[in-house]
């Protein structure tokens, strides 16, 4: 499938306590695509996340980002997430005292500068949270504020299929969830994939969260650097061998 | 298109907060005004103005006498900036107490107008009380709720009534003159506030509410609220306060005495919004008999300086207390706040639960009492305060205190001073929101127990004032 171009990547260096973490990413990705990226623990695939998202920990030394044209290299976090960038985090954060509900609308509302409409949020909500077979309290719970490792990646996945990105990057979503749940959060990606169309980013080691999803594009990244880029059966090879054959010297 | 933003720019940006809505004040012109300071001649003149009975000029004479006598208090915040003799202790309109609220004076109705205290009547209240400076100017309770034998009205028509002689029993029985410094004072110069009494197994299931303004410059407010819950019965009595600004000091120093009978249940909610040059020196104290409960609800956002900690004498067996705390201090303020409580009866049980935020400078303190004595066994008491640093400049300090004679008392202490963590800011920031509104989303969430324990309109007011806070600069 070859859409417009969502992300464009070029020569990108990016360092955290001046310490250099990736050394020249370059890709690019067009609405509707799957990619994944794979790699050794500490090779830089989760900095390639917080770098396109804009942590301010992450210092880009050089390179672009551009985010639908739109050169979004030193723009602010939450100037991303409006032109349409979502990151799925490895750790959802805790915050107490503020509803999952309350929290995903004033997160549309900063979005589209809209008032929501309280009826027609909640029905969305409600259906969202059955795809996820998340009971419906956890709407009126706090944000993360005492849910499991797997309801905290329903969350994020929740907040996906409610903000409806262009752009997501799936920072381990799969991580410590058992095989019913990421079953459902796998389930959860198609939905947002069917319903937007939007570009897919997803970091992962394994591969059961693929299962369901079509994948167009397989990068494996060893030290800062995307060494190779194929198709799905890039996948099935890496899960057969391992990364043995990437690693330098 | 390039999006950038400057970074000087990115960093939240804090601007004292936007008091508008508090800010207006009206003119003197009209208004019977004693000259600053404090003499005997001046609280003379005060108990002639009220014509009060010769018991209660008695104790505003003792009280001058201890007021001189006593020391400003050498522990919290320094009370240099208050001199007395530059606070005027009795201003009042030439008006009478209303109890239709058509009948106030046109200035002051726009003025309570403004703070949305008729709007809150005719909506949730069961009875209002407006106090102007040192006088009440409206006063009224709901026909069905006086029929039950509710009793709301001000303390000196109340003094003249048929709780006269309740009155003469209870007033500043709880808090003597001789407590400390500002209750002399307080015993000398009182003026205003309110009376209740809630007969034997009465239940007010709305509140009752009181708002004092202080209107006039470099004048003092000391309004007295002496609430009486008898057996079995219930109630919700609410109290906001606010002033406009001036560049010379005001002072409160009121005086709350609250007695709650065997079973009976009563929540004390306060929203304290003074300008940032008043002293809030103010006296609050409960006593519960057998079985009774005491909540207190507090938020303190305003003044220069507060020194506020209600005390609670859990005196019957099974009484408990609670109480739910939270206050803000921005540059130039210095918030020393938090509770006592005395366990005296058996099974008796207090929970302490309070949460400040600095910023801009700002100092919150918070001091704790707690003593158990030997008689109160089997009692639970537990602690526990948070506090929330918005910047470097800003200060929290935890002073606990504990007294515990008994040996099977249940006691638990639990202190937290944090900071936002820049991790929270990006989580929120990266779903779209401003860095600014993140924060301001963070510290809501942190007062939220909070503002769930106040009603509605309150819990609004209180958002509405930590939005107003955390405002900064937005691009």
């Given at each position: 499938m070859n859409g417009d171009k969502i992300v464009e990547i070029k020569d990108l260096h990016v360092s955290v306590e001046d310490k250099e973490i990736l050394d020249g990413v370059n890709f690019e990705m067009h609405r509707g695509e799957i990619h994944v990226l794979m790699g050794p623990n500490g090779t830089g695939k989760s900095t390639l996340g917080n770098a396109l998202i804009g942590n301010p920990r992450f210092k880009v030394d050089s390179g672009s980002i551009k985010l639908k044209g739109e050169d979004i290299t030193d723009a602010p976090v939450n100037e991303r997430a409006k032109l349409g960038m979502f990151l799925s985090f490895q750790n959802p954060i805790e915050v107490p005292g503020v509803t999952l509900s309350a929290f995903i609308r004033t997160a549309l509302e900063a979005k589209t500068g809209e008032r929501i409409k309280l009826w027609d949020f909640k029905k969305k909500l409600k259906a969202c949270m059955e795809i996820l077979q998340m009971d419906e309290s956890y709407a009126d719970r706090d944000l993360n504020v005492g849910f499991s490792g797997g309801e905290k990646k329903k969350s994020e996945i929740l907040q996906l299929l409610m903000l409806e990105p262009d752009f997501a990057i799936l920072d381990e979503t799969d991580s410590g969830l058992d095989v019913d749940a990421v079953h459902t959060v796998s389930e959860g990606i198609r939905e947002y994939q069917k319903r937007c169309g939007g570009a897919l980013l997803i970091i992962t080691h394994s591969t059961k969260i693929l299962e369901s999803l079509k994948v167009d594009k397989t990068h494996v990244m060893v030290e800062g650097r995307i060494v190779r880029t194929g198709d799905a059966s890039l996948v099935d090879e890496i899960n057969e061998k391992g990364f043995d054959d990437y690693h330098e010297g | 298109m390039t999006i950038m933003k400057d970074k000087n720019e990115n960093k939240t940006y804090v601007e004292d907060i936007d008091r508008s809505m508090y800010d207006f004040r009206n003119e003197d012109a009209d208004a019977f005004r004693l000259e600053d300071g404090l003499t005997e001649e001046i609280v003379l003149k005060i108990s002639e103005e009220k014509n009060d009975p010769e018991w209660m000029r008695q104790l505003r004479l003792k009280s001058l006498e201890l007021y001189n006598k006593i020391e400003v208090p050498d522990w919290g915040p320094a009370l240099d900036g208050l001199d007395i003799d530059h606070i005027a202790t009795y201003v009042r309109k030439n008006t009478k107490m209303a109890d239709n609220w058509d009948e106030v004076p046109e200035e002051i109705k726009d003025t309570f107008e403004k703070l949305g205290i008729p709007q809150a009547e005719r909506k949730s209240l069961a009875g209002v009380g407006a106090q102007y400076d040192s006088e009440l100017v409206y006063h009224n309770v709901r026909e069905d709720v006086a029929k039950r034998g509710v009793v709301y009205t001000d303390i000196e028509s109340a003094l003249r009534g048929e709780y006269a002689d309740l009155i003469k029993e209870k007033f500043m029985h709880l808090i003597p003159p001789n407590d400390h410094k500002f209750a002399a004072l307080h015993g000398a110069v009182w003026s205003g506030g309110s009376f209740v009494y809630v007969p034997k197994g009465v239940k007010v299931d709305i509140p009752l509410q009181s708002y004092f303004r202080?209107?006039?410059?470099?004048a003092g407010q000391f309004e007295h609220t002496l609430i009486i819950v008898e057996e079995d019965a219930d109630l919700h009595f609410i109290e906001g306060c606010s002033a406009p600004k001036y560049n010379v000091a005001n002072l409160h120093a009121g005086c709350v005495e609250l007695y709650v009978g065997r079973n009976a249940r009563l929540r004390y909610s306060t929203i304290e919004n003074w300008s940032k040059n008043m002293y809030n020196l103010n006296s609050k104290r409960a006593i519960i008999e057998e079985g009774g409960r005491i909540e207190w609800v507090s938020g303190s956002f305003g003044s220069h300086i507060s020194c506020l900690y209600p005390m609670s004498i859990l005196k019957g067996d099974r009484s408990t207390m609670e109480f739910t705390g939270i206050s803000f201090a921005n540059d130039d303020q210095n918030l020393d706040t938090g509770a006592k409580v005395v366990h005296i009866g058996e099974d008796t049980s207090s929970y302490i639960n309070t949460k400040s935020i600095s910023k801009g400078g700002g100092v919150c303190t918070f001091r704790s009492s707690l003593s158990i004595e030997k008689s109160a066994k089997r009692s639970k008491a537990a602690v526990s305060c948070e506090s929330l640093m918005l910047d470097s400049e800003s200060r929290s300090d935890t002073i606990p205190a504990m007294d515990i004679r008994c040996a099977d008392a249940d006691v638990g202490h639990e202190a937290q001073i944090g900071r936002i963590s820049d991790d929270a800011v990006l989580y929120l920031m990266s779903r779209g929101m401003s860095e600014e509104d993140a924060r301001a989303l963070i510290v809501s969430g942190f007062a939220d127990n909070v503002s769930k324990e106040l009603p509605l309109e309150y819990a609004i007011e209180m958002n509405n004032l930590i939005r107003l806070e955390m405002k900064g600069s937005i691009g």
């Open positions: - | 202080l209107n006039a410059k470099g």
